[in-house]
């Protein structure tokens, strides 16, 4: 068939408009952990594509360990791969003071930062400004199988002790028929096993520093604690332990192999969706354990969207920042995903939702334990660093994932507890002395 002048001219046209369009389309790209929310942001990349036809987003989503290195590799070293990175509470504040992320001064009036929950907000700020934009916040609880306590006559209070968790699992556990005590993070990493340890260090009274950056980890409550980490696992955890982070315990609770889990508030959509959770009619929530205080008993954690000094699209991935971090984006989940699986714990007007609070009747519990933790006062004798699962300073993050390996290690046979503590109080002094804390 011949095809006249006028209708190849068209097709060039065609061509030529097609190509001029994604020339002038500034490509993002997204480092994130591959959490579950974040997995919903990926999925709704479309939308915010639809609304902003001159953006396209490309992502990398890797593990927590994984992902963690790779931005503070590309960050540090000013390499420019990621537009739009996820961080924390951590990180924020310390790479804003060395000028490694932008920050977000001409925010929309819309956006409406006077709605962020004040723990999230400051988290991700530094001098008074927002350098990271807060896409979810979490504290820690203690998930229980209501059945399962009503079966053995137990009652879980509003908040137990680390010793009425042991006598519990005891109780509970069920290990013939794939039914553990408890089930606690094991596996090695300063935001995976050391997130809950770390706050049962702070419950039994102790601390990572003294006043004079000299470590406590041969400390009487390092070992108290320690001891009884170790302990609960191995008596009543799941075979395997110090391969289990935030996604396999959370498989586990979910399937029903868990009678007791103590992790992040984020968890609780997940074990409260019918599509998820096998248990999710019989999932009761108590606040975390405490022991001898509260201070630092749970924790707290913002994830939060960053742009890089160095990115070469600054503009557009604050624009993709500002979008997934708004009171739209949330409005978007609740109708597209569900009301349950809005990404929690950043804004007021979550909580005062109505619809939110239909869905999620944890809502109240969780906004409490946010709200509750105070990285500035952390533990029960006087420190001189804030953030409570965590130390905000640059070197907690090797010394942090060194202890979390020396953990697994005592965990599952490589050493004892004092012999692992030692060797951890040993590379944390060491640390310390190079990085000019202590003489």
Known sequence: ??????????LLLLAGSSAALAQQQTQITIASVNNPDMVTMQGLTREFEKSHPGIKVNWVMLPENEVR???????????????????SNFEAPMWAKNEWIVPFDNLPEDYDTADLLKNPKEGVSYQNKLYALP??????????????????????PERPTWEQMDQFAAK??????????????????????????????????????????????????????????????????????????????????????CAMWVDATVAASVLSDPKTSKVSD??????????????????????????????????AAQTFAEWATSKGYIDLVGQNKGWINVP????????????????????????QAIESADPNHPTLKPVPYTGIQMVVIPQFQAIGTRVGQIMAGALSGQSTVDQGLQQAQAFTQRLMKQGGYTK
């Open 69 to 87: 290195q790779r931005i503070t590799t590309d960050v540090a070293s000013g390499a420019g791969q990621y537009d739009v990175i996820t961080i």
């Open 135 to 156: 896409f979810y916040g979490e504290s820690s609880v203690t998930y229980y199988r209501k059945d399962l306590f009503k079966k053995a006559g137990l009652e879980m």
């Open 282 to 315: 019989s999932v009761g929530i108590a606040q975390a354990p405490k022991q001898v205080t509260d201070h630092g008993a749970n924790w707290l954690y913002t994830w939060a969207l960053a742009v890089p000094k160095n990115s070469k699209n600054q503009e």
């Open 172 to 257: 509970l556990n069920d290990s013939k028929n794939n039914v553990y005590g408890i089930c606690l993070r094991g596996l090695p990493g300063w935001g995976e096993n050391m997130s809950v340890f770390s706050t049962m260090v702070n419950a039994y009274g102790g601390r990572w520093f003294d006043e004079s950056w000299e470590p406590q980890l041969t400390s009487p409550e390092w070992k108290t604690a320690a001891n009884a980490y170790v302990k609960l696992l191995k008596d009543y955890g799941p075979p395997g332990a110090t391969s289990n982070g935030f996604t396999e315990t959370a498989t586990l609770f979910s399937g029903g192999h």
């Open 344 to 367: 929690p714990g950043t804004r007021q007007s979550t909580y005062d939702n109505p619809e939110y609070k239909k869905a999620a009747s944890f809502s109240p519990m969780v906004l």
């Open 1 to 10: 068939m011949r095809r006249s002048w006028q209708w190849y001219s068209g």
